[in-house]
């Protein structure tokens, strides 16, 4: 089992920024794939940023990329998105998920609760 937690949600106006991080714990050798969705109101979730644990490129949705920056830390068993530029688009509830294998869209293994990131225009 793994058990993901997020943080860093809140409240910010447009053009600013958040760091999220999501904190793994349990079987965390066996991760092979962090990511990042996110689920705005009335909307299906929708994957927004992915990283191999153990090195290779990170991979981006179209709709975030050169805004938003997936990281890790291994040692930490932690995962980062740094989003920058937000807009009131980027309103959602975030999610951190982990795979044990798949491709970058999936299928994910576990997930977190979810953390609120909400964008004033």
């Known amino acids: 089992q793994v058990q993901l937690v997020e943080s860093g949600g809140g409240l910010v106006q447009a053009g600013g920024s958040l760091r999220l991080s999501c904190v793994a714990t349990?079987?965390?050798?066996?991760?092979?794939?962090m990511a990042w969705f996110r689920r705005a109101p009335g909307k299906e979730r929708e994957f927004a940023a992915a990283?191999?644990?153990?090195?290779?490129?990170?991979y981006y949705a179209d709709s975030v990329k050169g805004r938003f920056t997936i990281s890790r830390d291994n040692a930490k068993n932690t995962v980062y998105l740094q989003m920058n530029s937000l807009k009131s688009e980027d309103t959602a509830v975030y999610y951190c998920?982990?795979?044990?294998?798949?491709?970058?869209?999936?299928?994910?293994?576990?997930w977190g609760q979810g953390t609120q990131v909400t964008v004033s225009s």
């Open positions: 349990g079987r965390t050798l066996s991760i092979y794939r």
């Open positions: 998920a982990a795979s044990f294998g798949g491709s970058y869209f999936g299928p994910y293994d576990y």
């Open positions: 990283i191999r644990k153990n090195g290779g490129t990170a």
